[in-house]
């Protein structure tokens, strides 16, 4: 089992940064690939960014590749997203996911995190 809890939303102008952090609780946590995928109002959960089990390759959404960065500390059990350049479309909440491959596909993802939300300005 793993629990996952988000945190570092908030609301941020056009233009801006946010850190989202994902604390993970279970002595497994290295052994899962870990990604993050968001939801805006209305729509599907689609996927952001994934990092293998090791932190050694990154997969990134087109809409996100060059302003998002994916990023792991095992021995702290945390998964970043460093989030850059916010646009008013990145407004979403944002989830964080462990699962046993590096996929974008949200079926692939066994355990899942609360959210947290992020909201871009304009």
């Known amino acids: 089992q793993v629990q996952l809890v988000e945190s570092g939303g908030g609301l941020v102008q056009a233009g801006g940064s946010l850190r989202l952090s994902c604390a993970a609780s279970?002595?497994?946590?290295?052994?899962?690939?870990m990604g993050w995928f968001r939801q805006a109002p209305g729509e599907e959960r689609k996927f952001v960014a994934t990092?293998?089990?090791?932190?050694?390759?990154?997969y990134y959404a087109a809409s996100v590749k060059g302003r998002f960065t994916i990023s792991r500390d095992n021995a702290e059990n945390t998964v970043y997203l460093q989030m850059n350049s916010l646009k008013p479309e990145d407004t979403a909440v944002y989830y964080c996911?462990?699962?046993?491959?590096?996929?974008?596909?949200?079926?692939?993802?066994?355990?899942w995190g609360q959210g947290t939300q992020v909201t871009v300005s304009s």
């Open positions: 279970g002595r497994t946590f290295s052994s899962y690939a």
């Open positions: 990092i293998t089990w090791g932190g050694f390759s990154t």
């Open positions: 996911a462990a699962g046993t491959r590096t996929t974008s596909e949200t079926s692939a993802y066994d355990y």
